[in-house]
């Protein structure tokens, strides 16, 4: 099975907030770039990935995610997350009716594609499937098989939220790059344990991160 995943990014201007404590307000923006060209470098060498739609309105993004072979779709909602996630696979299901279809965070720097490989045939079991992040609260993959809604409930406790609507929990060991999002200083720094994309790689080599 092959799945077409929705990668929804906010402008990069406003991302990241949370890393303050680890990088100025000006390197910022470039880091949330970077994130998510190594996630979805790392998504479209993935095996069990048809394709990847990002969606977002931001110009740059846009134009570096389609380089690497993303189709790019404008945040038409501009309602949030959940909203520019149920558009994203409204508009792949509109063009593939029988595609199943997956939810990924943009800020997966650490992401193997075999890794994903196995998320997404482990979820391939069950109608709709979620990964809970690292922290064990949130969600960094959404599944729905076709003819299913994504459903997605990103947010606060995203982790309680999926239950609730019935998608499957999946409990899989030694998929840390797939469940290592990055929204603090010290998200950062356990991605770059686990090892970067380049492009993060390259973004924060003039970064001062303590525990390295």
């Given at each position: 099975?092959?799945?077409?995943?929705?990668?929804?990014?906010?402008?990069?201007?406003?991302?990241?907030?949370?890393?303050?404590?680890?990088?100025?307000?000006?390197?910022?923006?470039?880091?949330?770039?970077?994130?998510?060209?190594?996630?979805?470098?790392?998504?479209?060498?993935c095996?069990?990935?048809r394709?990847?739609?990002?969606?977002?309105?931001?110009?740059?993004?846009?134009?570096?995610?389609?380089?690497?072979?993303?189709?790019?779709?404008?945040?038409e909602?501009?309602?949030?997350?959940?909203?520019?996630?149920?558009?994203?696979?409204?508009?792949?299901?509109?063009?593939?009716?029988?595609t199943p279809?997956?939810?990924?965070?943009?800020?997966?720097?650490?992401?193997?594609?075999?890794?994903l490989?196995?998320?997404l045939?482990?979820?391939?079991?069950?109608p709709r499937?979620f990964?809970?992040d690292?922290?064990?609260?949130?969600?960094?993959?959404?599944?729905?098989?076709?003819?299913?809604e994504?459903?997605?409930?990103?947010g606060?406790?995203?982790?309680?939220?999926?239950?609730a609507?019935?998608?499957?929990?999946?409990l899989?060991?030694?998929?840390?790059?797939?469940?290592?999002d990055?929204?603090?200083?010290?998200?950062l720094?356990?991605?770059?344990?686990l090892g970067?994309?380049?492009?993060?790689?390259?973004?924060?080599?003039g970064?001062?991160?303590?525990?390295?």
């Amino acid at each position: 099975m092959q799945w077409t995943l929705v990668v929804p990014l906010k402008p990069l201007a406003r991302a990241k907030s949370r890393l303050a404590d680890t990088a100025a307000d000006a390197l910022r923006p470039g880091l949330a770039l970077a994130f998510a060209q190594d996630t979805v470098a790392a998504a479209l060498a993935c095996p069990a990935v048809r394709g990847v739609a990002v969606v977002t309105d931001d110009a740059l993004a846009a134009r570096e995610l389609s380089a690497l072979g993303a189709s790019v779709l404008p945040d038409e909602p501009g309602r949030g997350l959940n909203a520019a996630l149920e558009f994203g696979a409204a508009k792949v299901r509109s063009a593939l009716p029988n595609t199943p279809v997956a939810a990924l965070n943009a800020d997966l720097p650490a992401l193997r594609p075999a890794e994903l490989a196995r998320v997404l045939d482990a979820a391939a079991q069950f109608p709709r499937a979620f990964l809970p992040d690292a922290a064990g609260v949130g969600t960094t993959l959404l599944t729905a098989s076709p003819g299913l809604e994504l459903r997605p409930a990103f947010g606060p406790d995203s982790r309680t939220q999926h239950h609730a609507s019935g998608a499957q929990e999946l409990l899989l060991d030694s998929v840390d790059s797939v469940r290592q999002d990055v929204d603090t200083g010290a998200d950062l720094r356990a991605a770059l344990t686990l090892g970067v994309g380049p492009r993060t790689a390259t973004s924060t080599a003039g970064l001062l991160i303590s525990g390295q």
